[in-house]
């Protein structure tokens, strides 16, 4: 199985997860399908593009669904609800889908949107090879999405419970290339004696996008080092809210901690 990322529409990222032994792709958010499909055939051009998964249903990732469903006749279109333009077939929460060599797992995590999901794909023949989640706009490196349609207690689950829970070497592909700006603020609440990995991550991070390259993937170890609202439970981010809560308890609800940090970075 190989991931190839694709920028789009400036800072989102498509993604094509491709068997290579069976010359088969999935697309995952491909909001911009020919840079989408250009990319594939830079690398190839022998493999198809069989279905398109899609996160939410926000236009910045699915609203190239209808489009791609003009250039790739008979394409299948997934998702969570009506409102992911162009779908073709509704999914369930942990319902597996098969595509060549790929498994296809979806996940919900209700939260930015109240239909959002995660596709976390592994490669039946690379049973040794880490599972890959695609997080679109729920998780980002060393941050989360805004909370358009739910609510912190839905992220919380989705971060901690859902996430949180998956083995810690799954990497992490997000729907977008705000990891500058995310680690900018996650430095405004721990200090480099806090926590030195984020402060070193956000210098390898600066230096792969200056020479060109992308921040993804992350891990799900890694952002349990560095991610704020995965740390929600330790003191050095909830001391922030007990600053503004003097009579909360202590330590205080993670849930409550991560509704503050997200008002905060919705300031920032």
Known sequence: MKVLPVLVNKDNYSYLVIDE????????DPCEPNKVISALSSISNDIKIDSVFTTHHHWDHAGGNNLIKTIIKDINVYGRDERFEGITK???????????SLKIKTLDAPAHTSSHVL?????????????????????????????????????????????????????????HEYTLKNLEFAKTLESANENKELYNFYDQCKEKLANGKFTVPSSIAQEKLINPFMRCHLPSI???????????????????VLGFIRSLKDKF
């Open 90 to 100: 509704k999914l369930e929460n942990n319902e597996v889908l098969k595509i060549g």
């Open 238 to 256: 909830y001391n922030h809210y007990l600053k503004e809560n003097p009579n909360s308890n202590n330590p205080p609800s993670a849930i409550d």
């Open 21 to 28: 032994k069976n010359k088969v792709a999935v697309a995952i």
């Open 119 to 175: 596709y976390l794909i592994e490669d039946e023949n690379e049973p040794n090879q880490v599972k890959s989640l695609f997080t679109g706009d729920t998780l980002f490196i060393g941050g989360c999405g805004r909370l358009f349609e739910g609510n912190p207690e839905q992220m919380y689950n989705a971060l901690y419970n859902v996430i949180g829970k998956l083995p810690d070497d799954t990497l992490v592909y997000v729907g």
